[in-house]
Protein backbone atom coordinates (compact mmCIF):
# COMPACT_ATOMS: atom_id res chain seq x y z
CA UNK A 1 0.00 0.00 0.00
CA UNK A 2 1.27 3.46 -0.90
CA UNK A 3 1.70 6.54 1.49
CA UNK A 4 -1.25 8.17 1.22
CA UNK A 5 -1.07 11.94 -0.27
CA UNK A 6 -4.88 12.47 0.64
CA UNK A 7 -7.44 12.59 3.25
CA UNK A 8 -9.61 9.80 1.47
CA UNK A 9 -6.71 7.87 1.30
CA UNK A 10 -5.38 8.71 4.88
CA UNK A 11 -8.79 7.06 5.96
CA UNK A 12 -8.71 4.80 3.56
CA UNK A 13 -5.38 3.10 4.75
CA UNK A 14 -5.72 3.97 8.22
CA UNK A 15 -9.07 2.24 8.97
CA UNK A 16 -7.59 -0.77 7.10
CA UNK A 17 -4.68 -1.44 8.69
CA UNK A 18 -6.49 -1.04 12.42
CA UNK A 19 -8.71 -3.38 11.06
CA UNK A 20 -5.99 -6.00 9.63
CA UNK A 21 -4.49 -5.53 13.44
CA UNK A 22 -7.53 -6.83 14.81
CA UNK A 23 -8.55 -9.72 12.77
CA UNK A 24 -4.76 -10.88 12.95
CA UNK A 25 -5.40 -10.53 17.12
CA UNK A 26 -9.03 -11.91 16.88
CA UNK A 27 -7.32 -14.87 15.27
CA UNK A 28 -5.08 -15.31 18.05
CA UNK A 29 -5.72 -17.31 21.30
CA UNK A 30 -6.22 -16.23 24.78
CA UNK A 31 -2.81 -17.59 26.13
CA UNK A 32 -1.31 -16.45 22.43
CA UNK A 33 -2.29 -12.63 23.02
CA UNK A 34 -1.20 -12.76 26.70
CA UNK A 35 1.59 -14.95 26.48
CA UNK A 36 5.14 -12.50 26.02
CA UNK A 37 7.00 -12.17 22.98
CA UNK A 38 9.69 -14.99 22.87
CA UNK A 39 11.66 -14.41 19.56
CA UNK A 40 14.58 -16.73 18.48
CA UNK A 41 18.28 -14.95 19.47
CA UNK A 42 19.18 -15.37 15.98
CA UNK A 43 16.43 -13.74 14.97
CA UNK A 44 16.97 -11.02 17.54
CA UNK A 45 20.56 -10.64 16.92
CA UNK A 46 19.99 -9.91 13.15
CA UNK A 47 18.00 -6.87 13.86
CA UNK A 48 18.52 -2.93 14.39
CA UNK A 49 15.27 -1.60 15.56
CA UNK A 50 15.64 -1.37 19.47
CA UNK A 51 11.33 -2.33 19.55
CA UNK A 52 12.56 -5.70 18.91
CA UNK A 53 14.16 -6.51 22.66
CA UNK A 54 11.63 -3.18 23.97
CA UNK A 55 8.09 -5.00 23.56
CA UNK A 56 8.18 -8.20 25.42
CA UNK A 57 3.88 -9.10 24.74
CA UNK A 58 1.16 -7.32 22.63
CA UNK A 59 0.01 -5.00 25.22
CA UNK A 60 3.51 -3.11 24.69
CA UNK A 61 2.68 -3.36 20.85
CA UNK A 62 -0.61 -1.58 21.38
CA UNK A 63 0.25 1.14 24.01
CA UNK A 64 2.83 1.93 21.98
CA UNK A 65 0.13 2.78 19.27
CA UNK A 66 -2.14 4.61 21.83
CA UNK A 67 0.78 6.35 22.62
CA UNK A 68 1.83 8.04 19.82
CA UNK A 69 -1.91 8.47 19.41
CA UNK A 70 -1.46 10.68 21.98
CA UNK A 71 1.19 12.25 20.74
CA UNK A 72 -0.98 13.61 17.47
CA UNK A 73 -3.81 14.68 19.32
CA UNK A 74 -2.42 16.43 22.23
CA UNK A 75 0.26 18.50 19.53
CA UNK A 76 -2.87 18.92 17.31
CA UNK A 77 -5.05 20.15 19.89
CA UNK A 78 -2.88 22.20 22.33
CA UNK A 79 -1.51 24.35 18.09
CA UNK A 80 -5.55 24.69 17.27
CA UNK A 81 -5.99 26.35 20.50
CA UNK A 82 -2.55 28.96 20.00
CA UNK A 83 -0.25 26.97 22.28
CA UNK A 84 2.49 26.61 20.18
CA UNK A 85 3.88 22.77 21.57
CA UNK A 86 6.49 20.84 19.86
CA UNK A 87 5.25 17.40 18.33
CA UNK A 88 7.30 15.43 20.75
CA UNK A 89 7.77 16.24 24.60
CA UNK A 90 10.63 17.81 26.14
CA UNK A 91 13.33 16.51 26.47
CA UNK A 92 12.40 14.57 23.54
CA UNK A 93 13.74 15.17 20.10
CA UNK A 94 14.19 13.24 16.78
CA UNK A 95 17.47 11.95 18.01
CA UNK A 96 16.35 11.00 21.08
CA UNK A 97 12.38 9.71 20.45
CA UNK A 98 14.09 5.96 21.07
CA UNK A 99 14.34 7.20 24.49
CA UNK A 100 10.68 8.20 24.89
CA UNK A 101 9.76 5.30 23.08
CA UNK A 102 11.29 3.24 26.33
CA UNK A 103 9.57 5.66 28.83
CA UNK A 104 6.32 5.19 26.99
CA UNK A 105 6.93 1.20 27.68
CA UNK A 106 7.76 2.12 31.44
CA UNK A 107 4.89 3.81 31.81
CA UNK A 108 2.79 1.27 30.97
CA UNK A 109 3.86 -2.19 32.53
CA UNK A 110 0.84 -1.99 35.02
CA UNK A 111 -1.89 -1.66 32.21
CA UNK A 112 -3.36 -4.55 31.84
CA UNK A 113 -3.73 -6.44 28.33
CA UNK A 114 -7.43 -5.53 28.23
CA UNK A 115 -6.64 -1.78 29.23
CA UNK A 116 -4.77 -1.35 26.72
CA UNK A 117 -7.11 -2.98 23.58
CA UNK A 118 -9.93 -0.66 24.95
CA UNK A 119 -7.22 2.35 25.50
CA UNK A 120 -5.85 1.58 21.33
CA UNK A 121 -9.74 1.53 19.89
CA UNK A 122 -10.62 4.65 22.05
CA UNK A 123 -7.78 6.70 20.67
CA UNK A 124 -7.53 5.25 17.28
CA UNK A 125 -11.47 6.42 17.17
CA UNK A 126 -10.64 10.12 18.40
CA UNK A 127 -7.52 10.13 15.77
CA UNK A 128 -10.00 9.21 13.16
CA UNK A 129 -12.20 11.97 14.48
CA UNK A 130 -9.91 14.48 13.82
CA UNK A 131 -8.52 13.14 10.65
CA UNK A 132 -12.46 14.14 9.59
CA UNK A 133 -12.47 17.39 10.76
CA UNK A 134 -10.01 18.64 8.71
CA UNK A 135 -10.23 19.50 4.97
CA UNK A 136 -7.60 17.61 2.33
CA UNK A 137 -5.42 21.24 2.11
CA UNK A 138 -5.30 21.37 6.21
CA UNK A 139 -4.02 17.72 6.01
CA UNK A 140 -1.79 17.79 2.55
CA UNK A 141 -0.82 20.81 1.43
CA UNK A 142 2.87 22.45 2.39
CA UNK A 143 2.62 25.23 4.82
CA UNK A 144 -1.07 25.04 5.35
CA UNK A 145 -0.06 25.35 8.98
CA UNK A 146 2.90 27.12 10.23
CA UNK A 147 3.39 24.72 13.49
CA UNK A 148 3.84 21.34 11.26
CA UNK A 149 7.29 22.65 9.69
CA UNK A 150 8.47 21.06 6.67
CA UNK A 151 5.70 18.51 6.90
CA UNK A 152 2.42 18.51 6.58
CA UNK A 153 -0.42 18.07 9.54
CA UNK A 154 -1.39 14.69 7.18
CA UNK A 155 2.25 13.69 7.36
CA UNK A 156 1.73 12.98 11.06
CA UNK A 157 -1.60 11.46 10.60
CA UNK A 158 -0.14 8.98 8.20
CA UNK A 159 2.86 8.15 10.56
CA UNK A 160 0.78 7.36 13.76
CA UNK A 161 -1.54 5.55 11.92
CA UNK A 162 -1.48 3.58 9.02
CA UNK A 163 2.69 3.56 8.71
CA UNK A 164 2.81 2.93 12.77
CA UNK A 165 -0.17 0.09 11.99
CA UNK A 166 2.15 -1.28 9.54
CA UNK A 167 4.99 -1.92 11.99
CA UNK A 168 2.56 -3.25 14.14
CA UNK A 169 1.38 -5.87 11.98
CA UNK A 170 5.00 -6.55 10.64
CA UNK A 171 5.87 -7.32 14.93
CA UNK A 172 2.49 -9.07 15.00
CA UNK A 173 2.75 -11.09 12.48
CA UNK A 174 6.39 -12.37 13.34
CA UNK A 175 5.21 -13.06 16.83
CA UNK A 176 2.77 -15.43 15.44
CA UNK A 177 5.34 -16.83 13.54
CA UNK A 178 7.47 -17.60 16.43
CA UNK A 179 4.57 -18.89 18.71
CA UNK A 180 3.84 -21.39 16.27
CA UNK A 181 7.20 -22.93 15.85
Known sequence: MSRPTTKQDL?????????????????MSEVEQNAPF???ENFLQK???AHWVRDKNLRDVL???YEWHQLLLNWVKSNQNK?????????????TYPQM???????????TYAKSQKMLK???AEVMALIETLSNDELFAKNHFSWTGTSTLGSYCVSTTSS??????????????????
Open 11 to 27: IEAASTQFDKIWKMIGR
Open 38 to 40: DFD
Open 47 to 49: QKA
Open 63 to 65: IHL
Open 83 to 95: EAKAFLPAPYNWK
Open 101 to 111: NVWFWEKHQST
Open 122 to 124: DSH
Open 164 to 181: HYDWAITKIKQYIKSYKS
